[in-house]
T-cell receptor
Framework: EDQVTQSPEALRLQEGESSSLNCSYTVSGLRGLFWYRQDPGKGPEFLFTLYSAGEEKEKERLKATLTKKESFLHITAPKPEDSATYLCAVQAGEYGNKLVFGAGTILRVKS | ETGVTQTPRHLVMGMTNKKSLKCEQHLGHNAMYWYKQSAKKPLELMFVYNFKEQTENNSVPSRFSPECPNSSHLFLHLHTLQPEDSALYLC????????????FGPGTRLLVL
């Protein structure tokens, strides 16, 4: 059974304090790994898609990387507006578009 | 209006009520999805529609009944729900079902009394 585990469950950072969120996965035939950001009371907002080990993508203070077993979301010099829940999801199998989500990491950045 | 919209944003219903959730996408996509997000649990896929045809039902109880009249609109009809069905119901869409990115609406916060 495909599984996605995110750690830590919650993370508190001071503004400017860089850190990383982890997403480890166990799937048969990874076709894509997705990162989303979710603000309270809102739907997930798409951030990145990674398809193969070694791939990296960046957007402002965020950088996502992928290995054969896990993905990291690096946050450099975070600001309070980066506070949100960050969700990781994987797509596996030969066909279809089913996403399996992790439980998320709640990030709080204090000024 | 752009993206994926959902109405209503909030809904309170009794266990004997019948209500419907509506989702509309303005992205020209062909696939639409319903997800359930309960507190402290990962998003759970409920249904997938591709070109108006249901392609996945993730063992969802029959008190949830989806309807997809065209590629832009998706409904979730609710009847005789239970309190444990209280959750955030999210709609998403994608261009197809071959690995394309899914884009989410804001969700409907449902409370069943």
């Amino acid at each position: 059974e495909d599984q996605v585990t995110q750690s830590p469950e919650a993370l508190r950072l001071q503004e400017g304090e860089s850190s990383s969120l982890n997403c480890s996965y166990t799937v048969s035939g990874l076709r894509g790994l997705f990162w989303y950001r979710q603000d309270p009371g809102k739907g997930p907002e798409f951030l990145f898609t990674l398809y193969s080990a070694g791939e990296e993508k960046e957007k402002e203070r965020l950088k996502a990387t992928l290995t054969k077993k896990e993905s990291f979301l690096h946050i450099t010099a975070p600001k309070p507006e980066d506070s949100a829940t960050y969700l990781c999801a994987v797509q596996a199998g030969e066909y279809g578009n089913k996403l399996v989500f992790g439980a998320g990491t709640i990030l709080r950045v204090k000024s | 209006e752009t993206g994926v919209t959902q109405t209503p944003r909030h809904l309170v219903m009794g266990m004997t009520n019948k209500k419907s959730l509506k989702c509309e996408q303005h992205l020209g996509h062909n696939a639409m999805y319903w997800y359930k997000q309960s507190a402290k649990k990962p998003l759970e896929l409920m249904f997938v529609y591709n070109f108006k045809e249901q392609t996945e039902n993730n063992s969802v109880p029959s008190r949830f009944s989806p309807e997809c009249p065209n590629s832009s609109h998706l409904f979730l009809h609710l009847h005789t729900l239970q309190p444990e069905d209280s959750a955030l119901y999210l709609c998403a869409s994608s261009r197809g079902t071959s690995g394309e990115t899914q884009y989410f609406g804001p969700g409907t916060r449902l409370l069943v009394l």
